[in-house]
């Protein structure tokens, strides 16, 4: 009953950002889109601390609270016409994530991982270098 009630609360968070993506194809639906994609981002945030008990998320809560004023800070100020070199960024930035963490896992349990999960490790690291060198 578990494994059915994460699936679907995982497929629930992926129906969100599909929604909220799809908002951005109009200027009016993109602020809503924005915020549909900011609560299933918290949302999936909130199921990685529940599912592998993370007791502790002092960390992760400081990084989420600093990345959310960043993004706040930076978004008041960016101006219509600066919009492509920040999507540039973020793409970057991504990649940089990708990257980082795949060489953490890679590095971390090399031993213990099958062979799916070495080959989407080393993919990672693939796509991860070539989003941030893209950007």
């Known amino acids: 009953m578990e494994t059915w ?10 129906l969100l950002l599909i ?3 799809r908002l951005f194809q ?23 601390l529940y599912r592998y008990l993370i007791l502790t998320p002092g960390i992760a809560l400081a990084a989420l609270l600093a990345g959310a004023v960043v993004g ?25 994530a990708a990257f980082l963490v795949s ?7 090399t031993a213990s991982l099958t062979s799916f999960g070495k080959i ?9 270098l070539r989003l941030s060198a893209a950007a």
């Open 72 to 96: 706040v800070i930076v978004a008041m100020r960016v101006h219509m016409i600066q919009i492509p070199a920040m999507v540039a960024f973020q793409h970057g930035a991504g990649g940089v």
């Open 26 to 48: 109009s200027p009016k639906g993109a602020r809503a889109g924005n915020l549909i994609n900011a609560f299933a981002l918290l949302v999936a945030f909130l199921l990685v």
């Open 5 to 14: 009630l994460n699936w679907l609360f995982d497929l629930v968070v992926i």
């Open 120 to 128: 989407s490790g080393i993919l990672g690291l693939i796509i991860g």
């Open 103 to 109: 060489f953490v896992e890679l590095n971390r349990s």
């Open 19 to 21: 929604v909220g993506i």
